[in-house]
């Protein structure tokens, strides 16, 4: 069985896109939506260049996608203080009463970035993260071919990287414009 301090030292390229993503959003993402932002990013790198950023499996859990032992790897980072855990509480009116109640957790990292990852790769991360932000319903907007891959993914295997034939992107604005400039002129 292998040691947290041998996956810390194995995972440096996760790590960092732990660090990047954490520091890009932060205070807004649970283990779901840490964990998805970082399928999207590396299916996002691996569409364009046949390769994923951390070269790590990633599993179908229920919630989400997680990549393999990600737990030994968060738990490393937290006892080496480059990420914190912390309790995400809202305010709630119960019976006319104002009282705080505990959402879940979220993570927080203010650790400096780690040089492990190249441009390409930063751009990717950086891309997905923006879109997604904290609005995990949006992942079957913007990224539909990778959630419906993962899904469709047995529970508790293995999500296989596949490369998606590129289909045309047509904006409903753009075309929307033409249709009514051709209808009135």
């Known amino acids: 069985m292998r040691h947290t301090k041998e996956i810390y030292e194995e995972y440096a390229r996760m790590r960092g896109m732990i660090v990047f993503i ?21 299916m996002h790198y691996f569409q364009k260049h046949g390769k ?3 070269g790590v499996d990633y599993l179908h859990i229920e919630a989400s996608p997680v990549p393999r032992h990600f737990n030994e790897l968060m738990s490393e ?3 080496r203080g480059e990420v914190r855990v912390v309790p995400q509480v809202a305010p709630e009116v119960i019976d006319g009463r104002q009282i705080m109640v ?6 927080e990292s203010d650790a400096p970035l780690l040089a492990v990852l190249g441009r390409e790769e930063l751009r990717a ?6 879109t997604l932000q904290n609005e995990m319903n949006l992942e079957t907007r913007y990224f539909p071919q990778y959630y419906q891959h993962y899904v469709q993914t047995g529970l508790y295997e293995v999500i296989p990287n596949v490369a998606f034939p590129k289909r045309p992107h047509l904006q409903f604005k753009a075309w929307s414009r033409k249709i009514y400039r051709l209808m009135w002129q």
């Open 22 to 42: 954490l520091r890009k959003l932060p205070g807004k993402l649970n283990r779901v939506a840490l964990c998805k932002n970082l399928y999207y990013s590396e």
């Open 52 to 54: 994923t950023i951390s």
């Open 77 to 79: 980072m937290v006892a």
């Open 102 to 107: 505990l959402r879940g957790m979220v993570f």
């Open 125 to 130: 991360v950086r891309m997905v993260s923006s």
